[in-house]
């Protein structure tokens, strides 16, 4: 099994920065993917940024310009660098990697996500 452990989250004034961090333990072949989702009060789950493991990267357009996603694969961990932070980007922020089990890819169980205030 492979678990996630998001941190890094808290509360910040707009337009201020966070690193998230995210460390994976488990027994690990390869991971094929590793993203960011987050989910707002009230709203929906939604992706923030996705790394492939070529180390191509994808962001929602909501945060393009102001959130980076990295990676140290010998660590098992991924990052989102957070900066001009604004008050929709509240939310609870996930991990999410994709991971490769032989027959296939399969992703991992959802932990509990870091909570992220941007308030004034």
């Known amino acids: 099994q492979v678990q996630v452990v998001e941190s890094g989250g808290g509360l910040v004034q707009p337009g201020g920065s966070l690193r998230l961090s995210c460390a994976a333990s488990g027994t690990i072949s390869k991971i094929t993917a590793m993203a960011w989702y987050r989910q707002g009060p009230g709203k929906q789950r939604e992706l923030v940024a996705r790394i492939s493991a070529s180390g191509v990267v994808t962001y929602a357009d909501s945060v393009k310009g102001r959130f980076t996603i990295y990676r140290d694969n010998a660590k098992n961990t991924v990052y989102l660098q957070m900066n001009s932070l604004i008050a929709e980007d509240t939310a609870v922020y996930y991990c999410?990697?994709?991971?490769?089990?032989?027959?296939?890819?399969?992703?991992?169980?959802w932990g509990q996500g870091t909570q992220v205030t941007v308030s004034s």
């Open positions: 999410n990697l994709d991971i490769f089990v032989g027959f296939g890819t399969r992703s991992t169980d």
